[in-house]
């Protein structure tokens, strides 16, 4: 279990392994997603790519969720972008749960989810991601509905000088919404002998910057077995309602640090909501949560959103998927009239057929 002194938590800095790729090598960004959202994955990377003065410190760990043709699929699919399958940087990890998390852990998952939109194993990844990237000391992770607008760098270096084991940007939100706060404060208490405060803001999970040397050192993923465990033996009562990044919030209560709002311009995709232009412009990140997603057409920051996204078959055909297709083939350009190549980046009778 962690230790139940704040202060002495956040002053005490983790010591990290002689071996690992430090922070100072690579700036390691995660994201993960299964088939329904690898339209996000494109975007996701151009955005981060077209902003960073760093380009070859930064390391892409894609975490592919489903079966593992998920992972020639999407290898594909970035390919009808321009985006290079054999790039050094960018690293395409497979997480099944049928094959990495036992039956029961599995059932008390698949529990916890009361949001259909949110029921995917790829929501398992922050609470795995310390054995995922065993080698790796701090990452930051991100939701594939985002798109980065200024240096992933500065945003970096924040969480280089902190000593928090988790950074995140408050939601508008306390513990007394989508919480069983009562029960909670009282086994917050009975295990960490301190105070759980009802009141206080919970964060947005969609950026994270997560100290996973933290995570091994304390063995936190024991407290994601107990509060697992703990909303299973209360059942049918929940102790949360905000599916499985409920977990972090409880986990991290009072040891998360905040960061600017800039670093997490949430709610573009809820079709109720409106933002200024200010509001757009000063965000270092934006962020889709919420229902409506732009590459299905849908919102008010469609344009917005494309104009992060790098051309499909270089503006000369459609990505087109072969729903058939076993063990590869799953996506390919479809040229226009004259044109050719994988993202058809040639034209026909250019003498370099």
Request: net charge positive; aromatic share 14%.
């Amino acid at each position: 279990m962690y230790p139940q002194y704040v202060d002495n938590v956040i002053r005490t800095p983790v010591k990290h392994t002689a071996g690992r790729v430090h922070s100072k090598d690579y700036i390691h960004i995660v994201t993960a997603t299964d088939a329904e959202f690898f339209p996000g994955i494109p975007t996701l990377i151009n955005s981060i790519r077209t902003s960073t003065k760093l380009l070859s410190h930064i390391k892409f760990h894609i975490v592919v969720c489903g079966d593992e043709g998920n992972m020639t699929s999407l290898r594909e699919y970035l390919q009808c972008y321009g985006i290079d399958k054999r790039d050094e940087n960018i690293d395409i990890i497979s997480f099944e749960a049928q094959r990495d998390l036992d039956n029961d852990t599995r059932q008390i998952w698949s529990d916890m989810f009361s949001s259909k939109r949110l029921k995917s194993e790829c929501n398992y990844v922050r609470a795995y991601s310390y054995r995922i990237f065993p080698d790796v000391d701090k990452i930051i992770y991100l939701d594939v509905d985002v798109a980065v607008q200024k240096p992933i760098e500065d945003l970096w270096n924040v969480a280089v000088k902190s000593r928090a084991p988790l950074l995140a940007v408050p939601n508008n939100k306390t513990y007394e919404v989508g919480f069983e706060a009562d029960i909670v404060t009282k086994l917050f208490r009975e295990r960490y002998g301190r105070q759980f405060k009802k009141t206080s803001f919970v964060f947005n999970a969609g950026v994270l910057v997560i100290d996973l040397d933290f995570f091994r050192k304390y063995e936190m993923y024991k407290e994601v077995e107990y509060w697992m465990n703990k909303f299973s033996e209360t059942l049918p009562i929940k102790l949360w309602r905000l599916d499985c990044q409920s977990l972090f919030q409880v986990m991290y209560h009072g040891i998360w640090q905040h960061l600017p709002d800039k670093w997490n311009g949430r709610g573009l995709g809820n079709k109720g909501r409106s933002f200024t232009v200010e509001y757009i412009e000063e965000a270092g990140i934006l962020h889709w949560s919420a229902s409506q997603k732009p590459w299905r057409n849908e919102g008010k920051y469609i344009e917005l959103w494309n104009s992060f996204r790098p051309p499909q078959c270089s503006n000369h055909g459609i990505c087109q998927n072969n729903t058939k297709a076993i063990g590869h083939g799953y996506w390919q350009c479809i040229c226009d009239k004259h044109y050719v190549g994988n993202h058809c980046q040639r034209l026909l009778n250019d003498g370099k057929n």
